[in-house]
């Protein structure tokens, strides 16, 4: 079989695959009470690392908490996860984050982030579109080392703050861009 046919097909069947991991089916959809367990969770072991994360929850107007994110990949990839809004620790809503890359990638990887919704702006934003692409709408700063050690009451400027924790598995590299949150009505 041609090279060029080949790759085609690999293609197409991993279209396919992919079709059928991200399927917004409710097949593999945890219920609220499980997506609320796994937030709380969460986000008590994100406070217990992240000074910094505990200080903006405080300023923030909601925080959307993905607790397990599944990231597998071998030159194409895809990653998958369901999460709960809080606004004020109560869930007002839940969302699923997806996402395709290709790349020179692999491995498998499962690792959870909130995002930080600092402005009236952005959680408008988010509740009007039912979700939205990262990279597409409200700017979003990653946290990282560097970031924290800036970060203050005072400096905290932007629409919303990434914080990754609990990863575990090889995989090179975590980002956001590309990243699709879509709303979901558990049962």
């Not at 990887?109 to 979700?131: C, E, H, P, R, S």
Request: charged share 15%.
């Amino acid at each position: 079989m041609p090279k060029r046919i080949r790759c085609f097909a690999i293609h197409i069947l991993f279209g396919i695959a992919l079709a059928a991991f991200l399927n917004p089916c409710t097949t593999f959809a945890a219920s609220k009470a499980e997506i609320d367990r796994d937030v709380d969770f969460a986000l008590g072991k994100l406070f217990d690392t992240s000074p910094k994360a505990k200080m903006l929850a405080g300023m923030a107007k909601g925080i959307l908490v993905f607790p397990s994110i599944v990231k597998a990949g071998f030159i194409l990839g895809a990653q998958y996860g369901d999460g709960a809004l809080r606004v004020k620790n109560v869930s007002t809503g839940y969302y699923r984050t997806i996402s395709a890359s290709y790349g020179l990638q692999a491995g498998v990887q499962v690792y959870g982030y909130a995002l930080f919704i600092m402005t009236y702006d952005a959680m408008q934003y988010l509740n009007k579109t039912g979700g939205w692409e990262i990279g597409v709408g409200p700017s979003v700063v990653v946290v990282d080392k560097g970031v924290a050690r800036s970060l203050t009451t005072t400096t905290a400027k932007s629409d919303m703050y990434a914080f990754f924790f609990d990863q575990k598995g090889l995989m090179a590299g975590l980002g956001l861009q590309g990243t699709k949150i879509t709303k979901i009505h558990p049962k």
